[in-house]
């Protein structure tokens, strides 16, 4: 049973990269949103992870001061933080869509900073336990890892997401409209696509993905101000392997470092942190559009 | 008035004999510098209470001493030594301060305290867990109040190991205070028998620990040592939870566990955790005095950190008054000649390498039946007593340890 490679027995290997898969899917969510936001509207949305703990934290208001539980907050928390989306793109990023990258870049990154540190003083920093929906409850025997019941089942709603909002986008006619807003903008206004209208709901989708995310993270780990700023560098990493704005390329990607991420955890686990950032300027070298980015 | 010996009077003549220092105020105001993590991981054990505390005791010398003004700026480090350093040399460059109080991230405080030595300024850490702080890396210019890694791990690790626990696995936050802190467990539980028999580290504000949990699983050690901190030991517990480690027989062994995390995690999740701390609130009737004030202020409970901040602030103020001046080492020795009675301790000293040494506590987590309301969290098991708390002088590397 001990298939001990390295030293290290089969079973821990198995359990690692099953983490791996598990942050993977986080990665693949924030990073798809990221993706399409970046994909139509070309901005580099730096208040993602601010949009992610604050999925996570309305989840857990919620459930204080209301008694909503999980599952309505999974479909009530995206809707809510998207729609919040919404708003800030009408108001705050069209008026510099005009501009240069870097105005949305340092827009959304003034909001992000704006929004955690309201949380933290509101709440502190020490982190919040929004407790695991009692049908979630328990583990699973795997035979090689005691797998908890709540992260397979966030393996599978965010895989879930990821292929339903990766339809929309390649199957339905809404998505054909994005991808050519994509493409055109110009052109797609002269058919008479109201593409001021399109840009809105795709960044509050992209929103809503990232606090759905949010409301996912929020059992797992505790619920604090600071926990989107620190996954949102590793996703930002993620989406420039897969290639900006690639949509499958952000979902493969995200799940492909997850796994990278927890086999070095195995092998060599200081350089956990940095592994994605080596494969990052690897990939730069040698394909400076992504995995899956067009030529430019 | 606080009662007057005739030692202020004798240090303030030795001085004045040896003609060392100018028996005065500089610039006619004392300043203080607050350094802290204001708004990342550990900014709810030190943070913006820690300042509030701060003022308290300047409140309590009515904001002057002999007519000089209390002044107080105060700066977020961000857990970077590069921020810390820079402040810290723009303080004492521009605005003149004397003495610099917070003082977080072990990383930061190393830092802070060799331009403190290069400047001849006053540094009261209280919130550092390094013991490498009055170890190798003391200077004449600081003072280490509340706790250290060898007095923490000393308590928890010796009681848990005396009660059978012997294989250890330690998990580390990967920088100055981890690393000390993970020395020093090991230290500790091969003295007393017991054997470290895995490590791993993981980066500083971690959210995700399932893969470090799993290796302490495998490594079959009956209890997992967290040497880390604030949102790092919340996530760490919780993820142990959820892995089922302690349903398996496991125990977890939190070596830096403050108020602050208990209240966060909640007594469900915590009970029975065993832990040292330097002060509770609830420890006697001058302390709940105390956190009663601190609360009406801040509407939390103050941590250990937040009362060692008072605490040491007090007895600088004090000192500053007794001696007559805010130069450095005059301070240092006039504090270093009064024993530290107040909310926070009975008879604590501060030795030659700059370490606060009085009696710490083990303490237990208290069960949701034992607990009567929100911040009623610990039981005090028994008081660790301050020699044997900390580590004794015939060990230390400190420089200004004459061992001879």
């Known amino acids: 049973m001990n298939l001990a490679l390295f030293d290290i027995p089969a079973a821990v290997l198995l359990g690692q990269l099953m983490l791996g898969l598990i942050n993977g899917a986080f990665y693949a969510l924030l990073s798809l949103g990221l993706a399409i936001i970046f994909g139509l509207l070309k901005v580099i949305n730096f208040a993602h992870g601010a949009q992610y703990m604050l999925g996570a934290f309305l989840a857990l208001l919620l459930f204080r001061h209301f008694g909503i539980d999980y599952w309505t907050a999974l479909l009530l928390v995206p809707i809510l933080v998207g729609l919040f989306g919404c708003a800030l793109e009408r108001f705050l990023l069209r008026p510099v869509a005009g501009e240069s990258h870097l105005y949305s870049l340092l827009l959304t990154f003034g909001l992000a900073l704006i929004i955690q540190g309201t949380f933290t003083n509101l709440y502190g920093s020490s982190g919040n336990a929004y407790p695991i929906p009692a049908a979630l409850r328990g583990a699973l025997s795997l035979g090689f890892m005691h797998l908890p019941t709540y992260r397979a089942w966030v393996i599978v709603a965010a895989l879930t997401v990821c292929l339903a909002a990766w339809l929309i986008i390649e199957k339905t006619r809404l998505g054909a409209y994005l991808r050519a807003g994509t493409e055109n903008p110009q052109l797609m206004q002269a058919f008479g696509i109201n593409i001021p209208f399109l840009v809105t709901v795709t960044y509050g989708f992209g929103v809503a993905l990232a606090a759905f995310a949010g409301v996912l993270a929020a059992p797992l780990y505790s619920v604090s101000p600071g926990m989107g700023a620190n996954l949102l560098i590793v996703v930002f990493a993620v989406v420039v392997i897969g290639g900006m704005g690639s949509i499958v390329g952000a979902v493969i990607t995200g799940l492909a470092m997850g796994l990278i991420e927890g086999l070095t955890k195995v092998f060599y686990p200081q350089a956990a942190t940095t592994v994605i950032f080596l494969v990052m300027v690897l990939v730069l070298l040698v394909k400076p559009n992504g995995l899956f980015g067009k030529e430019a | ?404």
């Open chain 2, 1 to 404: 008035m606080r009662k007057t010996t005739i030692k202020p009077l004798i240090a303030t003549l030795a001085m004045i004999a040896a003609g060392s220092a100018s028996a005065e105020i500089s610039d006619k105001e004392i300043r203080i510098g607050y350094l802290a993590d204001m708004s990342g991981a550990y900014r709810d054990l030190g943070g913006p209470g820690g300042l509030e505390a701060l003022n308290m005791a300047i409140e309590d010398f009515g904001g002057q001493i002999d007519g000089a003004k209390i002044v107080v700026v105060s700066a977020d480090d961000r857990n970077s030594p590069d921020v810390g350093a820079n402040t810290t040399r723009e303080w004492i460059d521009r605005r003149n301060v004397d003495m610099v109080a917070g003082l977080v991230s072990s990383a930061v405080t190393i830092a802070v305290t060799r331009i403190l030595e290069e400047n001849d300024k006053l540094g009261l850490v209280s919130i550092s867990a390094s013991s490498a702080i009055t170890n190798e890396y003391c200077t004449p210019n600081h003072i280490h109040w509340v706790y250290d890694t060898y007095a923490m791990s000393n308590g928890t690790a010796k009681a848990i190991v005396r009660e059978g626990g012997e294989t250890w696995f330690i998990l580390a936050a990967d920088y100055a205070f981890g690393h000390a802190m993970e020395a020093d467990v090991e230290r500790t539980v091969k003295a007393e028998g017991g054997k470290v028999v895995g490590k791993a580290r993981h980066p500083l504000a971690s959210s995700d620990f399932s893969s470090y949990i799993l290796q302490a699983q495998a490594s079959g050690a009956q209890v997992i040592g967290l040497a880390n901190a604030a949102s790092d030991t919340v996530n760490a517990i919780t993820t142990a939870k959820q892995f089922g480690l302690v349903d398996s027989g496991q125990s977890l062994a939190g070596l830096m566990v403050f108020i602050n995390d208990v209240h966060a995690l909640g007594l469900e999740a915590t009970q029975g955790l065993q832990l040292t701390t330097g002060w509770y609130w609830d420890q006697n009737e001058e302390s709940r005095a105390w956190a009663q004030r601190f609360h009406e202020r801040t509407k939390r409970m103050p941590t250990m950190v937040q009362a060692g901040i008072y605490s040491s602030t007090r007895h600088y103020l004090q000192a500053v008054k007794d001696v007559g001046s805010d130069d450095a080492q005059a301070v240092r020795k006039q504090m270093m000649a009064t024993p530290v009675n107040d909310m926070f301790t009975k008879n604590g000293r501060i030795r030659e390498d700059g370490r606060m040494v009085y009696d710490m506590y083990l303490a237990q987590v208290k069960t949701p039946a034992e607990s009567t309301g929100e911040w009623d969290l610990y039981k005090i098991a028994r008081t660790i007593p301050a020699q044997l708390a900390f580590r004794p002088l015939s060990e230390s590397k400190c420089k200004l340890v004459n061992k001879s």
